[in-house]
């Protein structure tokens, strides 16, 4: 049964085909629906640097907050009701896994640029990191 999907973005184009793919799949199921983005900077850890500057802070802040406001308007332009939420976290993947386990999602979507192995390789891959954790199904488009 599929009751609660996580849909984890980035502001990718990646993300906004997963964020239709999700929308599309709540719809289909009636299924819960949250949109999810990790921040992995802190504003206290951040002021601790010689780079702190609160204004790109603040600007990656409502970067984030704009990509969570445009996957919510797809959906409710889907009559899909969904929720949107941020998480800290330096691992990536720990972070929406772990979320998922916590708040008992049964799925993931997220998205991927396609990447070849070798790409993957000197980039890392967090659908690969994702993937290799104990994971509720992850669909990847």
Known sequence: MMDKILCAIDGS???????????GMAAKFGAELQFMTVSTVSQQSAS??????SRLFEAGERQIAK???DARE???????????????????AEAIVGYAQEHGYDHIVMGS???????????GSVVDEVLARKHPPVTVV
């Not at 184009?13 to 929308?23: G, M």
């Open 13 to 23: 184009k990646a993300a906004i085909r997963a964020v239709d793919f999700a929308v």
């Open 48 to 53: 601790k640097t010689t780079f702190w500057d």
């Open 67 to 69: 990509e969570l406001h």
């Open 74 to 92: 797809v959906a409710r332009k889907h009559d899909v009701a969904a929720t949107c939420v941020t998480v800290s976290g330096r691992d990536i």
């Open 113 to 123: 640029t396609g990447h070849t192995a070798f790409g993957r390789l000197l980039t």
